[in-house]
């Protein structure tokens, strides 16, 4: 739960630094994993097939890394893959992008990646200012903010919501009007100055900041709570219960994550599993929704393992990667 800490100054005091070092220090192993794989100076030709989710080598490519194999650099999760501006479709033939009025996905990835490239040179050059105007990133708020602090990380905090960005700004007494009309990175950038305006903190790393921020004045008021039951019976509890996750069942619909939107996996759980449900759609809406939640689970969010309707097994809390697809297993690939 939220930490109720009234002044930024007790919250230091209280906050152990050590605590988060495994955090920390994950974090920048995914960060080094990514420039290695990623240099920036690969961005003026990287090719889109090392980019897009969707295709066949997804699997190593860079949206992949960003949002699924790097949790310690920041949250990405939820929503559909729109966020990434452009990924082939998991269901259906052809691309999506943005902006949809290009020609095809070439033309938009052309465009896409060269305001990526404007972005890191802008932020080489210290014109953070720049970042914000450029209009092929200007619907990726989350993805924008995230790659910049890969690349960056001294530059710019982990923190992409401009709601959360906003909640900071108030509790340090340094929002002012004009800046409700501010783009992410701006926003970003004068937290991060706010911050360092603080001499306690001054020589505090970015990912330090980041988990001092959210512990000393949450914005996320309540948590989510959900109800799995890891196997019929409870038959994987155990293993679950070694491992450190429950699992779900539904695999015929594969990886969670491979999905481009809600709207896609409810239709192909509907395809999989419609008569398992005696073709009652409204069922299998709900059914299908249920299971698409464990994509959406955030840190800190509440599990409640039981058996059946009368016996609770457990209460854990949701923990970094959150989701995942675990095909090594035999059934019950769905884990949280």
């Not at 452009?86 to 033939?93: A, D, L, S, T, V």
């Not at 943005?98 to 040179?121: C, H, L």
């Not at 219960?241 to 779900?248: A, D, H, K, S, W």
């Amino acid at each position: 739960m939220p930490q109720l800490i009234k002044k930024l100054e007790d919250a230091i005091s209280r906050f152990d630094r050590a605590t988060i070092s495994t955090h920390v220090q994950s974090g920048e192993v995914e960060r080094q994993e990514i420039l290695e794989r990623f240099p920036i100076s690969d961005w003026p030709e990287l090719p889109l097939e090392r980019y897009a989710l969707g295709l066949p080598q997804s699997s190593e490519s860079f949206c992949r890394w960003v949002e699924f194999n790097s949790p310690h650099l920041g949250s990405m999760r939820g929503g559909s893959a729109v966020k990434h501006l452009i990924y082939k479709h998991k269901n259906k033939p052809g691309w999506y992008f943005y902006p949809s009025t290009m020609k095809d996905e070439n033309d938009a990835w052309q465009a896409i990646r060269g305001d990526f490239v404007r972005a890191f040179q802008a932020a080489e050059q210290g014109e953070w200012e720049k970042i914000d105007e450029l209009p092929y990133l200007m619907g990726a708020r989350a993805l924008k903010i995230k790659t910049l602090y890969t690349y960056f990380p001294n530059e710019i905090i982990s923190v992409s919501s401009t709601a959360h960005m906003r909640h900071f700004l108030e509790r340090l007494g340094a929002w002012r009007e004009e800046m409700g009309r501010w783009e992410a990175v701006k926003l970003n950038r004068t937290l991060l100055s706010a911050l360092r305006s603080i001499p306690a903190l001054k020589d505090w790393k970015t990912a330090e900041l980041e988990r001092l921020l959210y512990f000393w004045a949450d914005p996320r008021e309540s948590r989510r709570i959900i109800k799995i039951a890891p196997g019929e019976n409870a038959k994987y509890w155990n293993e679950c219960l070694e491992n450190g996750y429950v699992c779900v069942g539904w695999d015929d619909v594969g990886d969670l994550r491979e999905f481009d939107s809600k709207e896609s996996f409810v239709a192909s759980f509907s395809e999989h599993y419609s008569s398992s449900y005696n073709d009652h759609a409204t069922t299998v809406t709900k059914k299908a929704r249920e299971v698409w939640t464990l994509a959406e689970l955030e840190p800190g969010d509440i599990v409640i393992a039981n058996d059946g309707i009368s016996r609770i097994l457990a209460i854990g809390h949701v923990v970094d990667p959150g989701y995942l697809w675990k095909p090594d297993r035999q059934k019950y690939k769905h884990t949280v």
